[in-house]
Protein backbone atom coordinates (compact mmCIF):
# COMPACT_ATOMS: atom_id res chain seq x y z
CA UNK A 1 0.00 0.00 0.00
CA UNK A 2 1.48 3.52 -1.18
CA UNK A 3 1.36 6.22 1.31
CA UNK A 4 -1.40 7.90 -0.65
CA UNK A 5 -3.61 4.73 -0.29
CA UNK A 6 -4.52 5.59 3.55
CA UNK A 7 -4.70 9.49 3.20
CA UNK A 8 -7.66 8.63 0.48
CA UNK A 9 -9.12 5.73 2.23
CA UNK A 10 -9.40 8.56 5.41
CA UNK A 11 -11.06 11.04 2.57
CA UNK A 12 -13.33 8.57 1.63
CA UNK A 13 -14.53 6.95 5.16
CA UNK A 14 -14.81 11.24 5.97
CA UNK A 15 -16.82 11.35 2.82
CA UNK A 16 -18.90 8.75 3.82
CA UNK A 17 -19.35 9.59 6.81
CA UNK A 18 -23.45 10.48 7.82
CA UNK A 19 -23.74 14.09 8.03
CA UNK A 20 -26.85 14.93 10.02
CA UNK A 21 -28.02 18.37 11.32
CA UNK A 22 -28.26 19.04 15.09
CA UNK A 23 -31.82 19.22 16.53
CA UNK A 24 -33.16 22.44 17.06
CA UNK A 25 -33.28 21.93 20.50
CA UNK A 26 -29.33 21.17 20.69
CA UNK A 27 -28.80 24.03 18.37
CA UNK A 28 -30.66 26.53 20.98
CA UNK A 29 -28.92 25.18 24.23
CA UNK A 30 -25.50 25.60 21.88
CA UNK A 31 -26.54 29.31 20.77
CA UNK A 32 -27.85 30.30 24.47
CA UNK A 33 -25.28 28.24 26.11
CA UNK A 34 -22.15 30.66 24.04
CA UNK A 35 -24.21 33.73 24.80
CA UNK A 36 -23.94 32.79 28.54
CA UNK A 37 -20.21 32.51 28.44
CA UNK A 38 -19.70 35.72 26.58
CA UNK A 39 -21.91 37.40 28.89
CA UNK A 40 -20.27 36.20 32.22
CA UNK A 41 -16.85 37.69 30.98
CA UNK A 42 -18.44 41.34 31.28
CA UNK A 43 -19.35 40.36 35.13
CA UNK A 44 -16.62 42.26 37.47
CA UNK A 45 -15.82 39.60 39.62
CA UNK A 46 -14.51 39.86 43.24
CA UNK A 47 -10.95 38.34 42.23
CA UNK A 48 -10.63 41.54 39.53
CA UNK A 49 -8.16 43.59 40.35
CA UNK A 50 -8.95 46.73 42.58
CA UNK A 51 -11.11 49.45 40.64
CA UNK A 52 -12.45 46.51 38.01
CA UNK A 53 -14.34 44.24 41.00
CA UNK A 54 -17.85 45.17 41.38
CA UNK A 55 -19.56 45.04 45.13
CA UNK A 56 -21.84 41.71 45.87
CA UNK A 57 -25.17 43.64 44.35
CA UNK A 58 -23.40 44.84 41.18
CA UNK A 59 -22.11 41.03 40.57
CA UNK A 60 -25.56 39.89 41.30
CA UNK A 61 -26.99 42.54 38.83
CA UNK A 62 -24.86 41.43 35.99
CA UNK A 63 -25.10 37.88 36.37
CA UNK A 64 -28.91 38.57 35.79
CA UNK A 65 -28.29 40.46 33.02
CA UNK A 66 -25.81 37.47 31.36
CA UNK A 67 -28.98 35.50 32.17
CA UNK A 68 -31.67 37.79 30.56
CA UNK A 69 -29.82 38.12 27.31
CA UNK A 70 -28.90 34.61 27.04
CA UNK A 71 -31.10 31.94 28.74
CA UNK A 72 -34.26 32.48 26.79
CA UNK A 73 -32.49 31.43 23.73
CA UNK A 74 -33.78 27.91 24.80
CA UNK A 75 -37.27 29.00 23.48
CA UNK A 76 -36.54 31.29 20.60
CA UNK A 77 -38.04 29.23 18.16
CA UNK A 78 -41.66 29.70 20.18
CA UNK A 79 -42.07 32.82 22.05
CA UNK A 80 -39.19 34.65 19.39
CA UNK A 81 -41.09 38.45 20.59
CA UNK A 82 -40.26 37.77 24.21
CA UNK A 83 -36.74 36.58 23.70
CA UNK A 84 -36.26 40.10 21.42
CA UNK A 85 -37.83 42.09 24.11
CA UNK A 86 -35.78 40.06 26.98
CA UNK A 87 -32.49 40.91 25.15
CA UNK A 88 -33.58 44.41 23.98
CA UNK A 89 -34.04 45.21 27.58
CA UNK A 90 -30.54 43.50 28.89
CA UNK A 91 -29.12 46.04 26.60
CA UNK A 92 -30.75 49.04 27.45
CA UNK A 93 -29.39 48.76 31.16
CA UNK A 94 -26.00 48.06 29.88
CA UNK A 95 -25.85 50.55 28.05
CA UNK A 96 -27.68 52.97 31.03
CA UNK A 97 -25.01 51.69 33.15
CA UNK A 98 -21.90 52.50 31.03
CA UNK A 99 -21.27 48.39 30.83
CA UNK A 100 -19.55 46.52 27.84
CA UNK A 101 -22.68 46.16 25.96
CA UNK A 102 -20.74 43.70 23.12
CA UNK A 103 -22.07 40.43 24.34
CA UNK A 104 -25.70 42.13 24.74
CA UNK A 105 -25.39 43.52 21.04
CA UNK A 106 -24.86 39.93 19.87
CA UNK A 107 -28.17 38.70 21.81
CA UNK A 108 -30.11 41.57 20.43
CA UNK A 109 -29.30 40.36 16.63
CA UNK A 110 -29.65 37.08 17.29
CA UNK A 111 -32.70 37.62 18.89
CA UNK A 112 -33.99 40.12 15.96
CA UNK A 113 -32.80 36.74 13.31
CA UNK A 114 -35.19 34.60 14.96
CA UNK A 115 -38.40 37.07 15.25
CA UNK A 116 -37.97 36.48 10.97
CA UNK A 117 -37.36 33.32 11.18
CA UNK A 118 -39.51 31.56 13.85
CA UNK A 119 -42.27 34.54 14.07
CA UNK A 120 -45.80 34.08 13.15
CA UNK A 121 -47.50 35.73 10.19
CA UNK A 122 -48.32 38.74 12.14
CA UNK A 123 -44.85 39.07 13.88
CA UNK A 124 -43.41 38.46 10.24
CA UNK A 125 -45.22 41.25 8.47
CA UNK A 126 -43.92 43.08 11.69
CA UNK A 127 -40.45 42.29 10.92
CA UNK A 128 -40.56 43.91 7.50
CA UNK A 129 -41.84 47.10 8.66
CA UNK A 130 -38.91 47.04 11.92
CA UNK A 131 -36.00 45.81 9.33
CA UNK A 132 -37.58 49.05 6.48
CA UNK A 133 -36.92 51.69 10.17
CA UNK A 134 -34.26 50.01 11.06
CA UNK A 135 -32.41 51.14 7.16
CA UNK A 136 -34.23 54.39 7.23
CA UNK A 137 -32.65 55.03 10.99
CA UNK A 138 -29.28 53.90 9.18
CA UNK A 139 -29.36 56.37 6.77
CA UNK A 140 -30.59 59.25 8.64
CA UNK A 141 -28.13 58.46 11.32
CA UNK A 142 -25.16 58.46 8.76
CA UNK A 143 -26.19 62.08 7.67
CA UNK A 144 -26.50 63.58 10.76
CA UNK A 145 -23.76 61.23 12.69
CA UNK A 146 -21.10 64.09 12.10
CA UNK A 147 -18.65 61.50 11.64
CA UNK A 148 -19.79 58.99 14.41
CA UNK A 149 -21.33 55.98 12.66
CA UNK A 150 -21.65 53.55 15.14
CA UNK A 151 -25.38 54.83 15.48
CA UNK A 152 -25.49 53.88 11.58
CA UNK A 153 -23.75 50.53 11.42
CA UNK A 154 -26.13 49.54 14.75
CA UNK A 155 -29.51 50.15 12.76
CA UNK A 156 -27.85 48.62 9.62
CA UNK A 157 -27.09 45.39 11.42
CA UNK A 158 -30.71 45.42 13.09
CA UNK A 159 -32.06 45.73 10.08
CA UNK A 160 -29.61 42.68 8.31
CA UNK A 161 -30.92 40.37 11.06
CA UNK A 162 -34.39 40.80 10.88
CA UNK A 163 -33.89 40.57 6.55
CA UNK A 164 -31.67 37.70 6.71
CA UNK A 165 -34.20 35.97 9.76
CA UNK A 166 -36.87 36.52 7.14
CA UNK A 167 -35.34 35.33 4.36
CA UNK A 168 -34.82 32.08 5.90
CA UNK A 169 -38.80 31.61 7.15
CA UNK A 170 -39.12 32.26 3.39
CA UNK A 171 -37.06 29.59 2.03
CA UNK A 172 -38.41 27.29 4.91
CA UNK A 173 -41.97 28.25 3.81
CA UNK A 174 -40.79 27.55 0.03
CA UNK A 175 -39.40 24.04 1.46
CA UNK A 176 -42.43 22.84 3.04
CA UNK A 177 -44.91 23.83 0.05
CA UNK A 178 -42.40 22.18 -1.96
CA UNK A 179 -42.57 18.97 0.07
CA UNK A 180 -46.41 19.22 0.65
CA UNK A 181 -46.71 19.39 -3.72
CA UNK A 182 -43.92 16.43 -3.98
CA UNK A 183 -45.99 14.31 -0.97
CA UNK A 184 -49.24 15.20 -2.82
CA UNK A 185 -48.12 13.77 -6.80
CA UNK A 186 -46.61 10.67 -4.74
CA UNK A 187 -50.56 10.37 -3.53
CA UNK A 188 -52.10 11.01 -6.57
CA UNK A 189 -49.71 8.91 -8.73
CA UNK A 190 -50.21 6.11 -6.17
CA UNK A 191 -54.15 6.09 -6.54
CA UNK A 192 -53.62 6.45 -10.45
CA UNK A 193 -51.62 3.36 -10.27
CA UNK A 194 -53.87 1.20 -7.64
CA UNK A 195 -57.27 2.14 -9.83
CA UNK A 196 -55.32 1.14 -13.16
CA UNK A 197 -54.31 -2.20 -11.83
CA UNK A 198 -57.43 -3.38 -9.43
CA UNK A 199 -60.00 -1.56 -11.83
CA UNK A 200 -59.56 -4.20 -14.73
CA UNK A 201 -58.84 -7.30 -12.32
CA UNK A 202 -61.92 -6.46 -10.39
CA UNK A 203 -64.11 -5.49 -13.85
CA UNK A 204 -62.99 -9.03 -15.00
CA UNK A 205 -63.52 -10.87 -11.78
CA UNK A 206 -67.03 -9.49 -11.99
CA UNK A 207 -67.76 -10.50 -15.12
CA UNK A 208 -66.26 -14.25 -14.71
CA UNK A 209 -68.27 -14.38 -11.37
CA UNK A 210 -71.11 -13.43 -13.04
CA UNK A 211 -71.06 -15.38 -16.00
CA UNK A 212 -70.12 -18.72 -13.10
CA UNK A 213 -73.63 -17.63 -11.39
CA UNK A 214 -75.58 -18.06 -14.53
CA UNK A 215 -73.70 -21.12 -15.66
CA UNK A 216 -73.60 -23.28 -12.78
CA UNK A 217 -77.19 -24.29 -12.97
CA UNK A 218 -77.52 -25.15 -16.50
CA UNK A 219 -73.76 -26.26 -17.69
CA UNK A 220 -71.51 -27.20 -14.21
CA UNK A 221 -68.38 -27.55 -16.73
CA UNK A 222 -69.16 -23.74 -17.92
CA UNK A 223 -68.77 -22.73 -14.39
CA UNK A 224 -65.81 -24.66 -12.94
CA UNK A 225 -64.06 -22.79 -16.29
CA UNK A 226 -65.45 -18.93 -15.50
CA UNK A 227 -64.34 -19.95 -11.64
CA UNK A 228 -60.74 -21.11 -13.52
CA UNK A 229 -60.81 -17.86 -15.16
CA UNK A 230 -61.41 -16.12 -11.51
CA UNK A 231 -58.61 -17.68 -9.91
CA UNK A 232 -56.34 -16.86 -13.08
CA UNK A 233 -57.10 -13.29 -13.02
CA UNK A 234 -56.98 -13.40 -9.51
CA UNK A 235 -53.28 -14.24 -9.91
CA UNK A 236 -52.27 -12.06 -12.34
CA UNK A 237 -53.79 -9.28 -10.23
CA UNK A 238 -51.56 -10.33 -7.22
CA UNK A 239 -48.52 -10.73 -9.57
CA UNK A 240 -49.40 -6.75 -10.68
CA UNK A 241 -49.64 -5.22 -7.67
CA UNK A 242 -46.53 -6.71 -6.31
CA UNK A 243 -44.99 -6.01 -9.41
CA UNK A 244 -46.51 -2.17 -8.79
CA UNK A 245 -44.93 -2.44 -4.94
CA UNK A 246 -41.89 -3.66 -5.67
CA UNK A 247 -41.34 -0.96 -8.43
CA UNK A 248 -41.94 1.77 -6.44
CA UNK A 249 -39.92 0.71 -3.68
CA UNK A 250 -36.71 0.08 -6.02
CA UNK A 251 -36.54 2.67 -8.95
CA UNK A 252 -40.50 4.03 -9.46
CA UNK A 253 -38.46 6.30 -12.20
CA UNK A 254 -36.85 3.47 -13.86
CA UNK A 255 -40.32 1.47 -14.07
CA UNK A 256 -38.18 -1.83 -12.22
CA UNK A 257 -40.83 -4.47 -12.97
CA UNK A 258 -44.09 -2.03 -14.04
CA UNK A 259 -45.69 -3.48 -16.75
CA UNK A 260 -44.71 -1.95 -20.28
CA UNK A 261 -45.56 -1.58 -24.16
CA UNK A 262 -44.19 -5.52 -24.64
CA UNK A 263 -47.39 -6.52 -22.12
CA UNK A 264 -49.89 -5.75 -23.96
CA UNK A 265 -50.46 -8.82 -25.85
CA UNK A 266 -50.85 -11.03 -22.27
CA UNK A 267 -52.94 -8.11 -21.33
CA UNK A 268 -55.13 -8.34 -24.57
CA UNK A 269 -55.28 -12.41 -24.43
CA UNK A 270 -56.85 -11.60 -20.40
CA UNK A 271 -59.24 -9.48 -21.51
CA UNK A 272 -60.07 -11.95 -24.39
CA UNK A 273 -60.42 -14.77 -21.52
CA UNK A 274 -62.63 -12.35 -19.97
CA UNK A 275 -65.41 -12.54 -22.80
CA UNK A 276 -64.30 -9.37 -24.73
CA UNK A 277 -63.29 -10.06 -28.04
CA UNK A 278 -60.64 -8.25 -28.37
CA UNK A 279 -57.18 -7.61 -31.41
CA UNK A 280 -54.32 -5.63 -31.19
CA UNK A 281 -52.52 -3.94 -34.16
CA UNK A 282 -49.40 -2.46 -34.18
CA UNK A 283 -48.40 0.03 -36.94
CA UNK A 284 -44.66 1.20 -37.09
CA UNK A 285 -40.92 0.01 -35.98
CA UNK A 286 -41.46 -0.41 -32.43
CA UNK A 287 -38.69 0.45 -30.21
CA UNK A 288 -38.45 2.05 -26.85
CA UNK A 289 -40.08 4.82 -25.55
CA UNK A 290 -38.92 4.83 -21.85
CA UNK A 291 -40.52 3.31 -18.68
CA UNK A 292 -42.66 6.25 -17.70
CA UNK A 293 -43.95 6.97 -21.70
CA UNK A 294 -44.31 3.02 -22.01
CA UNK A 295 -46.35 2.77 -18.29
CA UNK A 296 -48.52 5.51 -19.46
CA UNK A 297 -49.63 3.65 -22.67
CA UNK A 298 -49.87 0.20 -20.87
CA UNK A 299 -52.69 1.72 -18.80
CA UNK A 300 -54.44 3.96 -21.11
CA UNK A 301 -54.86 0.38 -22.94
CA UNK A 302 -55.93 -1.41 -19.64
CA UNK A 303 -58.54 1.19 -18.51
CA UNK A 304 -60.08 1.30 -22.29
CA UNK A 305 -60.40 -2.50 -22.00
CA UNK A 306 -61.70 -2.57 -18.62
CA UNK A 307 -64.28 -0.06 -19.53
CA UNK A 308 -65.47 -1.77 -21.99
CA UNK A 309 -65.79 -5.50 -19.68
CA UNK A 310 -67.46 -3.34 -17.27
CA UNK A 311 -70.07 -1.37 -19.62
CA UNK A 312 -70.00 -3.60 -23.06
CA UNK A 313 -69.27 -7.27 -21.50
CA UNK A 314 -69.36 -9.43 -24.91
CA UNK A 315 -68.70 -6.76 -27.05
CA UNK A 316 -65.53 -6.21 -29.65
CA UNK A 317 -62.32 -4.18 -29.12
CA UNK A 318 -59.32 -3.54 -30.97
CA UNK A 319 -56.20 -2.10 -29.83
CA UNK A 320 -54.07 0.29 -32.18
CA UNK A 321 -50.23 0.81 -31.04
CA UNK A 322 -48.89 3.03 -33.96
CA UNK A 323 -45.21 4.31 -33.46
CA UNK A 324 -44.57 7.96 -34.48
CA UNK A 325 -41.41 9.73 -35.19
CA UNK A 326 -42.36 12.38 -32.62
CA UNK A 327 -43.93 9.33 -30.28
CA UNK A 328 -46.63 6.71 -30.00
CA UNK A 329 -50.46 6.88 -30.59
CA UNK A 330 -52.72 4.55 -28.72
CA UNK A 331 -56.28 4.07 -29.59
CA UNK A 332 -59.04 1.69 -28.41
CA UNK A 333 -62.35 1.55 -29.86
CA UNK A 334 -65.09 -1.19 -29.25
CA UNK A 335 -68.69 -1.17 -30.66
CA UNK A 336 -70.39 -1.41 -26.73
CA UNK A 337 -72.61 1.42 -25.84
CA UNK A 338 -69.98 2.78 -23.79
CA UNK A 339 -69.45 3.92 -19.87
CA UNK A 340 -72.51 6.31 -18.88
CA UNK A 341 -73.15 9.95 -19.31
CA UNK A 342 -71.94 10.68 -15.86
CA UNK A 343 -68.99 9.07 -16.97
CA UNK A 344 -68.34 9.71 -20.52
CA UNK A 345 -68.62 13.51 -20.28
CA UNK A 346 -65.72 14.20 -18.13
CA UNK A 347 -63.48 11.58 -19.75
CA UNK A 348 -61.85 14.34 -22.23
CA UNK A 349 -62.19 17.18 -19.30
CA UNK A 350 -60.31 14.92 -16.66
CA UNK A 351 -63.05 13.81 -14.54
CA UNK A 352 -64.17 11.07 -13.09
CA UNK A 353 -61.35 8.21 -11.60
CA UNK A 354 -60.36 6.04 -14.35
CA UNK A 355 -60.43 8.80 -17.67
CA UNK A 356 -59.73 11.46 -15.14
CA UNK A 357 -56.61 9.49 -14.12
CA UNK A 358 -55.53 8.75 -17.90
CA UNK A 359 -55.72 12.44 -18.68
CA UNK A 360 -53.49 13.63 -15.69
CA UNK A 361 -50.80 11.02 -16.79
CA UNK A 362 -50.77 12.03 -20.51
CA UNK A 363 -50.64 15.42 -19.62
CA UNK A 364 -47.51 14.80 -17.33
CA UNK A 365 -45.76 13.43 -20.10
CA UNK A 366 -46.68 16.16 -22.52
CA UNK A 367 -49.46 14.04 -24.22
CA UNK A 368 -53.25 14.71 -24.54
CA UNK A 369 -55.96 12.18 -24.29
CA UNK A 370 -59.45 12.50 -25.98
CA UNK A 371 -62.06 9.87 -24.86
CA UNK A 372 -65.84 9.97 -26.68
CA UNK A 373 -68.73 8.08 -28.18
CA UNK A 374 -68.00 7.37 -31.86
CA UNK A 375 -70.42 8.72 -34.67
CA UNK A 376 -70.88 4.84 -35.55
CA UNK A 377 -71.37 3.65 -32.20
CA UNK A 378 -69.44 2.34 -29.52
CA UNK A 379 -66.78 4.41 -27.80
CA UNK A 380 -63.02 5.46 -28.59
CA UNK A 381 -60.34 6.27 -26.53
CA UNK A 382 -57.31 7.70 -28.02
CA UNK A 383 -53.74 8.89 -26.79
CA UNK A 384 -50.80 10.79 -28.25
CA UNK A 385 -47.89 10.32 -26.08
CA UNK A 386 -44.17 11.75 -27.17
CA UNK A 387 -41.17 9.65 -27.10
CA UNK A 388 -38.36 9.10 -24.69
CA UNK A 389 -38.02 11.24 -21.86
Known amino acids: MSADQ ?23 RLLSGALLIWALFDVPW ?107 VACALLATALVLGEVTSSHRDIATAAARHAHDLDR ?5 ELHDVLAHQLSAIAVQAGAARLASSADPLAAARAIGAIEQEARAGLTELNKLVRGMRESSAAGAG ?5 DLPLLVQRAAESGLRAELQVAGQPRSLGAEVELAAYRVVQESL ?7 PGAAATVRVAYRADGIVVDVLDDGPGP ?38 GFAVRAFLPGSR
Not at 6 to 28: I, N, T
Not at 188 to 192: E, F, T
Not at 306 to 312: C, F, H, L, S
Not at 352 to 369: F, I, K, M, P
Open 188 to 192: ASLAR
Open 306 to 312: TNTIRYA
Open 340 to 377: PLTTAVPAAQGGGAGLAGLSERTRLLDGHLEAGARPGG
Open 6 to 28: PAAHGRAAWRAWPRQRLPAREVD
Open 46 to 152: WWRPPGHAGSALVILGTLGLAAAQSLPFLCRRTRPAGVLALTGAALAVKYAAHLNIWSASAAVLAAAYGLGAYGSRTMRQITRLLAGAGLVAALVALQAGRGDHSAA
Open 258 to 262: LPQLA
